[in-house]
C-alpha cells in the first residue's frame, strides 16, 4: 500500500515536470522566435497555464485527499470560486513580497506580475488543489510535523524548493555579466521552476528513505 502511494505520488510528480518541459519545446514548432529566453513573458504564460491545467487534472482523477462526505452543487462552485479569490489574493501577495525583496516598484508590473503568477501556481494552486480554500489546513501543513499524508509532505517540499529557488536565482541579477537570463525576472523565474522541478523529483524519494520517521504514518 505504502510502495503503490509513493509509486502514484512518483509519477504525478514526474507528469508535472514533463509538463514544464513541454511548455518550453511545444510552443516552439507553432509561434516563431519563441524561446525560454528571448520570449520570456510568453513562457511564463504558457507554463504557469500548462502546470495549472495538469495539476487540477492529476487531483481529479488520483483525488488524493477526497472528503467522505458528498457535496452539493452549489457547494462546489461556491468553492470554486473562492479557490479563484485566494488564487488571485496570492498573486497579488507574492507581487508585494517580490516588489518588497527590490524588484521595480512601476517599471516591468506586467513582467513582476507573470513571476508571481507563476511562484502562485508552483505553490499556492497546490494547496488549493490538494486542501481547498482552508487556510487553517494550510498553516497545519507548513507547521511541524503538520503533514497527514505524502500528497501534505510533497507539497511541503515542493512549495520550499520553488521559493528558496526564486530566491537563489535573485543572486546572479545584480552582477556585471551582461548575460541576457539577467534581465529581470528571468534569472528568478527559472531559478523557481528548477526548484519546483527539483521537489519534484526530491519529495517521493525523501518520503520513500524517511518513512519510519513520518509521524502520520500511524494516524
Known amino acids: 500500500m505504502r510502495e503503490a502511494e ?13 509538463s514544464i518541459v513541454l511548455a518550453a519545446v511545444i510552443p516552439a514548432a507553432f509561434l516563431d522566435g519563441f524561446s525560454v529566453l528571448g520570449t520570456h513573458l510568453t513562457w511564463l504564460c504558457v507554463c504557469s497555464v500548462c502546470v495549472a491545467t495538469l495539476n487540477i487534472i492529476l487531483h481529479l482523477v488520483l483525488k488524493p485527499n477526497q472528503s467522505p462526505k458528498r457535496r452539493s452543487f452549489a457547494h462546489k462552485i461556491s468553492r470554486f470560486l473562492k479557490c479563484c479569490i485566494y488564487f488571485f489574493m496570492s498573486c497579488i501577495l507574492f507581487h508585494a ?23 502562485s501556481t508552483f505553490t499556492t494552486l497546490q494547496c ?8 487553517q489546513a494550510w498553516i497545519r501543513v507548513f ?5 497527514m499524508s505524502i500528497w501534505e509532505s510533497s507539497l511541503q ?5 520553488s521559493i528558496l529557488g526564486a530566491w537563489f536565482g535573485a543572486f546572479p541579477i545584480p552582477l556585471d555579466w551582461d548575460r541576457p537570463w539577467q534581465v529581470w525576472p528571468i534569472s528568478c523565474s527559472l531559478g523557481a521552476t528548477f526548484g519546483y522541478m527539483a521537489g519534484l523529483i526530491i519529495a517521493p524519494l525523501w518520503i520513500h ?11
Open 6 to 18: 509513493i509509486g502514484r505520488l512518483l509519477a504525478a510528480n514526474l507528469l508535472c515536470a514533463l
Open 97 to 119: 513580497i517580490i516588489v518588497l525583496y527590490g524588484a521595480p516598484l512601476i517599471e516591468s508590473v506586467t513582467e513582476t506580475f507573470l513571476f508571481a503568477v507563476l511562484l
Open 128 to 135: 488549493l488543489c490538494l486542501l481547498g480554500p482552508n487556510v
Open 143 to 147: 507547521s511541524k510535523n503538520g503533514a
Open 157 to 161: 517540499i515542493t512549495s520550499m524548493c
Open 209 to 219: 528513505w524517511n518513512w519510519k520517521q513520518l509521524t502520520y504514518k500511524s494516524r
